[in-house]
């Protein structure tokens, strides 16, 4: 039987009491490629959206000689690997905890092997964000942690061929073979979000479809700390639905520690994995930051995806440094080495401002009273309103 707990820190400041470790799941680095094909997703689902994309498109074309190319282009978090880990450490140690820190970004492990040459980071897991096809119209994101160092490149050699030629037999075949692994962790994470806009309707079909054919080889599903509360409920009665453990995963892309951690007392993530797995007992804590109203809290995610940080390394520095689309000969290069005189056109620079403008003290404090939650923090993740 699941036994998942949930704990809420601006309710009980003591709640990591009893607990002698914090565990940060699903954070990301500048190792992951997050695409930029979603703007095409937008242009399409919003009417009004669609001529300015069209406008950028054209003056693209006409003045670079480059068609824009949404699905070839990406964008990386700010953050390198060691100020990743220092960042959930950090957050965790000021409980008095002991930190266990898995960064998971997409569909590589570099983040974890790099770190692996830090002295004080050299028990960190092979983890990985794997972003799995199903259905032929999305594609399901799987935390796979703490892989076996002697595997783990042989793993991501499998997982990159399936992503290449998927069928649903193969991904039960890998979720298999992941399982008989006795120290790998698998959470379904964030399950309830349609990423790829198919529709929710069709898409809790599939991820229903996808548990009643693979849920016995997954480990839990993620409660994700930058989704909203209403979708976090319906995860949770997705998990009693299949009988299965909830679990942590802060999804963090900017510079904002994890919204949520896992309490336990194990001494090591391996430890960790077995609670999960064979005793089947999962404490997820929320952190004050998940308190604050979701649409401030993407505000100001974006902004940390576009802010400057001149105490970075160089090529982490500035937004267009961090984003990289294919020049005229379609190799990839950073959007700051194909700008016409070293910057960014009118336009692009206009928006940029603009967002920045929403993040100021004066326009960001209203926005965040106008979408205050304060009913949603009492309801919490399933809770009766009192």
Request: proline letters at 6%.
């Amino acid at each position: 039987m699941a036994n998942s707990t949930i704990s809420y820190m601006w309710r009980n400041h003591r709640a990591a009491r009893g607990f002698s470790t914090g565990v940060s799941l699903h954070g990301h680095t500048n190792q992951s490629r997050e695409t930029l094909d979603f703007l095409a997703d937008f242009g399409n689902q919003f009417p009004i959206i669609r001529p300015i994309l069209e406008r950028l498109e054209r003056r693209s074309e006409a003045r670079f000689g480059v068609r824009l190319n949404y699905a070839a282009s990406y964008w990386t978090p700010p953050m390198t690997p060691r100020l990743a880990f220092d960042l959930e450490s950090s957050q965790i140690e000021q409980l008095g905890l002991a930190p266990l820190v898995s960064l998971s970004d997409h569909d590589n492990i570099n983040a974890p092997m790099l770190l692996r040459t830090v002295p004080t980071a050299r028990h960190i897991p092979v983890s990985v964000e794997w972003s799995a096809p199903y259905g032929g119209v999305q594609s399901f994101h799987l935390g796979i942690h703490n892989l076996p160092s002697s595997k783990a490149v042989g793993w991501m050699l499998t997982l990159e061929d399936y992503t290449a030629n998927p069928s649903p037999t193969r991904l039960t075949e890998i979720l298999v073979a992941l399982n008989e692994e006795p120290n790998v962790l698998v959470v379904f994470n964030h399950p309830l979000w349609d990423l790829y806009l198919i529709g929710q309707q069709k898409h809790e079909f599939l991820v229903n479809e996808f548990l009643q054919k693979n849920g016995a080889h997954l480990h839990a599903l993620e409660l994700n700390g930058l989704r909203n509360w209403d979708e976090n409920r319906r995860v949770r009665r997705l998990a009693a639905q299949w009988n299965m453990l909830l679990i942590s995963g802060g999804d963090r892309h900017g510079v904002e520690p994890n919204a949520n951690i896992n309490l336990t007392n194990a001494t090591c993530f391996t430890e960790f994995v077995h609670e999960i797995r064979r005793e089947r007992k999962s404490n997820v804590l929320f952190m004050p930051q998940y308190a604050e109203p979701w649409k401030h809290r993407l505000l100001q995610s974006t902004l940390d995806a576009i802010r400057e940080y001149p105490d970075f390394p160089q090529g982490s520095r500035t937004w267009d440094e961090r984003a990289y689309h294919p020049d005229a000969n379609g190799v990839i290069r950073p959007l700051s080495e194909l700008w016409p005189e070293s910057r960014p056109p009118r336009a692009i620079a206009w928006t940029i401002g603009l967002v920045q403008l929403l993040g100021s003290g004066v326009v960001s404090g209203s926005l965040r009273l106008a979408w205050n939650e304060a009913r949603q923090l009492r309801l919490a993740l399933g809770e009766q309103e009192a």
